[in-house]
């Protein structure tokens, strides 16, 4: 019995120890990706556009109105 309570704890740190290093690994990958991009297509990031997305105000305000209004009934 004692046995197999230490094969399975040795086993359980493996397989914790696997997961650990390929999420170190992923990390890695997705900052190496993301420094690239920036590097590369320094043009890609977001830009947010604020006064130029063409809605007026009264669609935005009537938008904010109902959202409002929704939010207040189904809380």
Aim: aromatic letters at 10%; glycine letters at 6%; proline letters at 3%.
């Amino acid at each position: 019995m004692t046995e197999q309570i230490s094969s399975g704890i040795e086993l359980m740190f493996a397989g914790m120890g696997i997961v650990f290093v390929f999420l170190i690994m992923l990390v890695g990958a997705i900052n190496l990706m993301s420094a690239m991009v920036q590097r590369y297509f320094p043009d890609a990031s977001p830009k947010f556009r604020s006064e130029s997305s063409g809605i007026d105000k009264s669609t935005i305000a009537a938008i904010s109105a109902a959202v409002h209004h929704y939010r207040s009934k189904h809380h």
